[in-house]
């Protein structure tokens, strides 16, 4: 079964650019979750998607949103990048949430703004 | 003050030694994740639980939802088990709050 896939690793961008991320869940896992992991914040979660529908969202700018599609692949976007978006950003699947199920994490995607 | 609290923040142990993390939060929650992160950033999942105890090899994990408690043990610690401990509590609708995580090293 394969894992977990997040594209592209590492990239890095300027000021002002936007980004986007994709992950693709383990087959069969309906739900996917990103995080921004950072030295100074840690772990937080961005928002968890089941079935194309957001269900949750955590304290981030607007700039920061994310879609998912018919087959569970989930994509991220991040516009009108800053320094402080420099991060591992990381998504994880399950089956059906984190609420009720073992996560799935991605390798992560290590975004550099300079 | 954060709502999922761990402690120790470091951990150092020499091999062999028994290792216990702990993890409180203040939110309500029906289950708790323990995660482990090696260098490199990638995360694996290690027990999630709601009650009880359970056990994986050398690694048991225990909770008391009532006392808003889980503690995270490693019997016989071995330097490969060196990583960043995170507990994690899913609340509202799968919206995962980490603690700060407990950095273990595991000495020869």
């Known amino acids: 079964k394969a894992g977990v896939t997040q594209t592209p690793r590492y990239l890095i961008k300027t000021r002002g650019q936007q980004v986007t991320l994709s992950c693709s869940p383990i087959?069969?896992?309906?739900?996917v979750s990103w995080y921004q992991q950072t030295p100074g914040q840690g772990l937080q979660f961005l928002f968890e998607?089941?079935?194309?529908?957001?269900?949750n969202k955590g304290n981030f700018p607007g700039r920061f949103s994310g879609r998912q599609f018919s087959n569970s692949r989930s994509e991220m976007n991040v516009s009108t990048l800053e320094l402080g978006d420099s991060a591992l950003y990381l998504c994880?699947?399950?089956?059906?949430?984190?609420?009720?199920?073992?996560?799935?994490f991605g390798e992560g995607s290590r975004l550099t703004v300079l | 003050k954060n709502e999922v609290e761990q402690s120790p923040q470091n951990l150092t142990a020499q091999e062999g030694e028994f290792i216990t993390i702990n993890c409180s939060y203040s939110?309500?929650?029906?289950?708790l994740h323990w995660l482990q992160q090696h260098p490199g950033g990638g995360i694996v999942s290690l027990f999630m639980?709601?009650?009880g105890k359970k056990k994986h090899g050398r690694l048991i994990a225990t909770i008391n939802i009532q006392e808003k408690h889980s503690s995270l043990h490693i019997t016989a610690s071995h330097p490969r088990d060196s990583a960043v401990y995170i507990c994690?509590?899913?609340?509202?609708?799968?919206?995962?709050?980490f603690g700060t995580g407990t950095r273990l090293q595991v000495f020869p």
């Open positions: 994880a699947s399950s089956f059906l949430g984190a609420n009720t199920g073992e996560l799935f």
């Open positions: 087959s069969g896992h309906r739900s």
């Open positions: 998607y089941f079935s194309e529908t957001q269900r």
């Open positions: 939110v309500g929650i029906s289950a």
């Open positions: 639980l709601s009650s």
């Open positions: 994690a509590a899913p609340w509202d609708t799968d919206k995962l709050i």
